[in-house]
């Protein structure tokens, strides 16, 4: 008793933007900005985050660009704010904007980048490929 249908396609759209006014040896960071967008099967949303506890001399709380979401990342994590009650306080964002250390470094981020978000929408995609089973059926004692 089998049956299952084809796993409809996921796909998303990522733009980079690199800095442009770099001059070698003189600028102390190269800055990129990813965005994702177009999401097909999967939420725009991908970048995790996490947010600092809040600076008691500020009163503002920091968040940090941490990664390319997991599947369970993209069930879990809210998106645009962490929930209050949560700790770690992750959340999910269309984009993130660093600072590295050199226009090469930035171009690896951008690489490893695309090869974790494939990894991602590939992940969605098999898992909506579902196979039924025969039922079992609980009953009182």
């Not at 442009?20 to 999967?42: H, K, M």
Request: net charge negative; charged share 20%.
């Amino acid at each position: 008793m089998s049956s299952s249908s084809p796993a409809p396609d996921v796909q998303i759209t990522l733009t980079p933007e690199f800095e442009t006014d770099y001059e070698i040896n003189g600028n102390v960071g190269f800055r990129l900005r990813v965005t994702a967008s177009d999401g097909v099967g999967i939420d725009n949303e991908i970048f995790r985050y996490y947010q600092q506890p809040i600076n008691p001399n500020t009163g503002s709380a920091d968040s940090s660009f941490s990664g390319v979401c997991s599947w369970p990342d993209l069930v879990e994590l809210p998106i645009v704010e962490p929930l209050p009650e949560e700790s770690p306080a992750g959340f999910r964002l269309d984009y993130f904007d660093i600072v590295v250390d050199s226009e090469t470094i930035a171009n690896e981020v951008w690489d490893l980048i695309q090869v974790q978000v494939e990894e991602l929408v590939q992940t969605v995609k098999d898992g909506e490929n579902l196979e039924a089973q025969p039922p079992v059926v609980i009953t009182s004692s």
